[in-house]
């Protein structure tokens, strides 16, 4: 089986599970790579939640809605921690040097640092509340303190939820573009390609009451 070895066959996007499982597309080979194509297709669900409850006009609509956005953004949280882990062990080599096979700058590390610490004061802040709506009223149901089951609904608000959405988009852009992924595709019997694999940046649009 022969390997190809070529950066720039770029022509097809990475791994979707429903919309790209082509030959051409590009599957992660490794833990960090998974990590990043995971946080992304979690990352398209909420935008699509939110796009869909900004269609809402019903109240109770727009909270259930909010409350699954809740549900992915939890998943996108545990994701996001284990992706900063990779970023924050990767090796590092100074200005100057050589770059490493795989490995980040030491600027890269800095600013990576900066980004991550925003992230994880922002995370912080919520994830009580993010881990209680998923438990108490989103994937599980509890109903053994129906008080706080009532505090949970109230707090389902876009101010639960807005600043964590702002911090994850520039610490993922920057891990995204990090050198520390694996990648690989078979667009033919025979045939294996590695690295590749775009990912698309990730946007948010502060208005989504």
């Known amino acids: 089986m022969s390997a190809i070895d070529d950066p720039n066959q770029n022509e097809a996007s990475t ?3 429903i919309w790209e499982r082509s030959s051409k597309a590009w599957f992660p080979a490794d833990k960090a790579a998974s990590l990043l194509i995971s946080g992304q297709h979690t990352w398209d669900d909420i935008e699509r939640l939110l796009a869909l409850r900004s269609q809402c006009k019903d109240e109770y609509d727009r909270k259930l809605f909010l409350k699954y ?3 992915e953004l939890r998943s996108l949280v545990q994701t996001m921690d284990l992706l900063c882990s990779k970023v924050m062990t990767a090796e590092i080599y100074a200005a100057g040097e050589k770059p490493l096979y795989r490995g980040i700058s030491s600027d890269e590390r800095s600013a990576a640092n900066l980004l991550w610490s925003e992230y994880s004061k922002a995370k912080k802040a919520v994830e009580n509340d993010l881990i209680a709506v998923r438990n108490k009223i989103g994937a599980h149901r509890d109903v053994s303190d129906w008080q ?61 009451s």
């Open 148 to 208: 706080l089951v009532i505090s949970l609904w109230d707090k389902l608000n876009v101010a639960l939820i807005s600043k964590l959405l702002k911090v994850i988009p520039p610490a993922f852009n920057h891990a995204k573009d990090l050198n520390i992924y694996e990648w690989n595709r078979m667009p033919e019997d025979g045939v294996i390609e590695f690295l590749g694999g775009p990912v698309s940046k990730w946007d948010f649009d502060e208005d989504f």
């Open 69 to 71: 956005v809740v549900i």
């Open 15 to 17: 791994f979707h599970p």
